[in-house]
Every structure is written in C-alpha cells, then in structure tokens.
C-alpha cells in the first residue's frame, strides 16, 4: 500500500463528519418528524395529522434528500481511502452504496405523492375521501419496501468495507471483523426478509441492521478523531521508497 497522502487523510475526515451526520439526519426525519403523525392501522387518523402539518411531512422528505446526498458524500470519501487497498472492491462497494442512496429519494417521491393526494386539487374530487386517505397511507407505506429493497445492497457496501478496513489496518481489526459479521448478518437478514415477510417475528427487525449501524458509527468516530493510522502503532515512511514501515507488530 502507498504512503497515507493528504487526500486519503481529508477524506477520512470528510467520512467521519458524513457518517455521523447520516445517523442524526436519518433519525430525526423518520423518528421526530415523520413517525409521530401516522397512525398504525388507521389511514384517515394518518391522512388528517398530515393535512394538519404539511409542513413537518416537508421537513422530512427534505431531511430523506439530505440523507440521500450525505450518503453520497459518504461513499466517495470512502472510496478514495479504500481504493488503494482494492480498487475494484472499492468501487463496488460505492456503487452498493449509491443504489442506497437512490432509494431515498423514492422515499422523497411518496411523501410528495401522499401530499399531492391529499391535497385540493380539482381532480382529486372524483375519489372518495376514505380512498384518498388509504392511497395516501400506501404511499407512506411504500418508504418500507423502499428501505428493505435497499437494505441488501446497504449490507454488501458495508460488508466490502468492512473487509477492505480489515485489510488496510487503518482501524483496529477487531473492530473491522466485527464489522464483517455485523453486515453480513444485515445482508442475510434482508434478503430472508423479502422472501419471508414473517422473519421480523423470529428476529426483529431492528436486530437486522443495529450492528451494523453501531460500527459504522464506531468508524466514523475513529475517523473523525483518530484518522487512518492504526491506534498504538507508530507509522513511518520512507519516502524515497514509498514503503510504509511500522516500528513494530500490528496486534490489532
């Protein structure tokens, strides 16, 4: 591997704040200003709280946008500090990444076509109120399958960095091999999922992508605040050679 330059440094700065930002944008569209308003099993109760804060429902697919170029960010600052341990993988892992991220704005088209439906426009007249609210409903129910869909392709780009970080030592390997299992177990989870709608009764759902999230939060941190040098091993270079040599054994 080459020398640690600049750019790889900066990136790694730039994965950290991005990293960390995902979690917060994430949470506080679905969980503070989405959730609160939609009733479980009761459409019409969904549709009036929606009516009564378009604004909040705005402020969350605007929040699903962010979300959606944060990630972006996120998978090319990852790739420039993984691609010089595999190059390919790298770019596979970006891309997995990418199809994530287009799934959010899909999320960001059904809050506007929940909106749009309940909205006043004159051809809306022709349906009945209770069947505007349950397609209103299934519009928001469709950021579900959204998620699930991208879940796997989410789970392979972590699981691809994951094994790239272990490979690298930029970050303990105790820490990347968990994070190895951690997306696996993401990857299998969601693909036993969409063929077993019921499996979130044997393992619930939140079980599915939890660990992973929990490392990719861990990494963002070591990026942030401790960068790509390997905690406790000291890093020299030989810059006419451009080899790196560590002043003793990595146990990490």
């Keep these: 591997m080459n020398t640690i330059g600049s750019s790889e440094r900066t990136a790694a700065k730039v994965a950290g704040v991005t990293g960390l930002l995902?979690?917060?944008?994430?949470?506080?569209?679905?969980?503070?200003?989405?959730?609160?308003l939609l009733v479980r099993g009761d459409a019409a109760e969904t549709a009036r709280n929606i009516i009564a804060h378009p604004t909040q429902v705005r402020m969350a697919l605007i929040c699903f946008l962010l979300y959606s170029a944060n990630v972006t960010v996120l998978l090319a600052a990852l790739y420039v500090i993984l691609k010089p341990v595999n190059r390919i993988l790298a770019l596979i892992g970006?891309?997995?990444r990418l199809v994530f991220a287009m799934l959010w704005l899909l999320?960001?088209?059904?809050?506007?076509?929940?909106?749009?439906?309940?909205?006043?426009?004159?051809?809306?007249?022709?349906?009945?109120?209770?069947?505007?609210?349950?397609l209103a409903r299934l519009q928001i129910a469709a950021n579900f399958d959204d998620y699930y869909?991208?879940?796997?392709?989410?789970?392979?780009a972590a699981t691809i960095c994951a094994?790239?970080?272990?490979?690298?030592?930029?970050?303990?390997?105790?820490?990347?091999?968990?994070?190895?299992?951690?997306?696996?177990?993401c990857v299998i989870c969601a693909f036993i999922f969409l063929v077993f709608p019921s499996f979130n009764k044997v393992v619930n759902d939140y079980i599915f992508d939890t660990p992973m999230a929990i490392f990719e939060m861990v990494v963002s941190l070591w990026l942030l605040f401790k960068g790509l040098r390997p905690a406790g091993t000291p890093i020299e270079f030989d810059r006419a050679s451009n080899v790196r040599h560590n002043t003793f054994p990595i146990f990490l």
Excluded: D, M
């Design 163 to 185: 094994y790239l970080w272990l490979r690298s030592g930029y970050i303990p390997k105790t820490l990347a091999g968990f994070g190895v299992i951690a997306s696996a177990w």
């Design 149 to 156: 869909v991208g879940l796997p392709f989410f789970g392979l």
């Design 107 to 134: 999320a960001t088209l059904n809050l506007l076509g929940a909106l749009r439906l309940l909205g006043t426009a004159p051809y809306l007249e022709g349906f009945q109120p209770g069947h505007v609210q349950a």
């Design 94 to 96: 970006a891309l997995f």
């Design 22 to 36: 995902a979690v917060v944008i994430v949470v506080f569209g679905n969980y503070v200003l989405l959730s609160p």
